[in-house]
């Protein structure tokens, strides 16, 4: 029989003060909150192998909506005020989800526009 896949208490935990941080737009560092939660330093140094690669992860960040995080690109783009930090933020997120190449560091300028175009169209 197939076991079925679940995330973990501590992926939870993780996931919890993840959001939690998001919407207090606070800085989020997933090895930071893997600490918090009573991983060991060891095991939190390195959370794409430990963490975000998981399939309990996966799951959670499934739950996520996109279309809420496309809207506010899509405001941020038209707003002039400091848009670095939302960016990063949703940058990070997209990141999490796999959804976003994390090898390649574009200029800020370069990667706004790009991501701004592929909202747009």
């Known amino acids: 029989m197939a076991k079925k896949l679940k995330p973990t208490e501590n992926q939870k935990q993780v996931f919890n003060k993840m959001?939690?941080?998001?919407?207090?737009?606070?800085?989020?560092?997933?090895g930071e909150l893997m600490r918090e939660v009573g991983l060991s330093p060891a095991t939190a140094h390195?959370?794409?192998?430990?963490?975000?690669?998981?399939?309990g992860w996966q799951i959670l960040m499934a739950q996520l909506d996109d279309a809420e995080?496309?809207?506010k690109l899509k405001e941020i783009g038209l707003d002039t005020a400091d848009k670095r930090a939302c960016?990063?933020?949703?940058?990070?997120?997209?990141?999490?989800?796999?959804?976003?190449?994390t090898k390649v560091r574009i200029n800020a300028y370069e990667e706004r526009d790009k991501?701004?175009?592929?909202?747009?169209?």
């Not at 959001?19 to 989020?28: L, W, Y």
């Not at 960016?87 to 190449?101: M, N, S, T, V, Y």
């Not at 991501?115 to 169209?121: D, G, M, S, Y």
């Open 19 to 30: 959001m939690e941080r998001v919407a207090n737009g606070e800085k989020v560092v997933i």
């Open 46 to 55: 390195n959370p794409g192998k430990n963490l975000i690669s998981r399939p």
């Open 69 to 71: 995080f496309l809207d």
């Open 87 to 101: 960016l990063e933020a949703i940058k990070i997120i997209f990141q999490l989800k796999g959804r976003f190449e």
């Open 115 to 121: 991501i701004l175009k592929e909202v747009l169209e």
